[in-house]
């Protein structure tokens, strides 16, 4: 395997890498710790990647939702605000 392919276990929502390389069979010896390092960069990577996408998905569905309230806030007005509002559009 090459360091540049990401393994399946780690996207599949395996805790660690250190878990997958433990799971492959990789002793835990000096050699092997920057293969370490480079699968546990990869997995914050993914992960990270995938809390932000969540974090704008939600700030975007806020807003809407933001502004759908208002609307429905106007919509909601009594009729004496409502009577106020077009008077004072009309002067």
């Known amino acids: ?11 599949a929502g395996r805790t660690t890498a250190a878990e997958y390389l433990v799971d492959q069979g990789v002793p835990n010896s000096n050699a092997d710790k920057s293969l370490l390092r480079f ?3 990869e997995h914050v990577h993914v992960h990270l990647s995938e809390r932000v996408r ?3 998905e939600t700030s975007a569905s806020t807003r809407l939702s933001s502004v759908a309230r208002s609307y429905e806030k106007k919509a909601k007005e009594p009729p004496r605000l ?3 509002r077009r008077r004072k559009a009309e002067y």
């Open 39 to 41: 699968f546990a960069i």
């Open 82 to 84: 409502q009577r106020a």
């Open 1 to 11: 395997m090459s360091t540049t392919e990401r393994p399946s276990n780690i996207e």
């Open 54 to 56: 969540c974090r704008e």
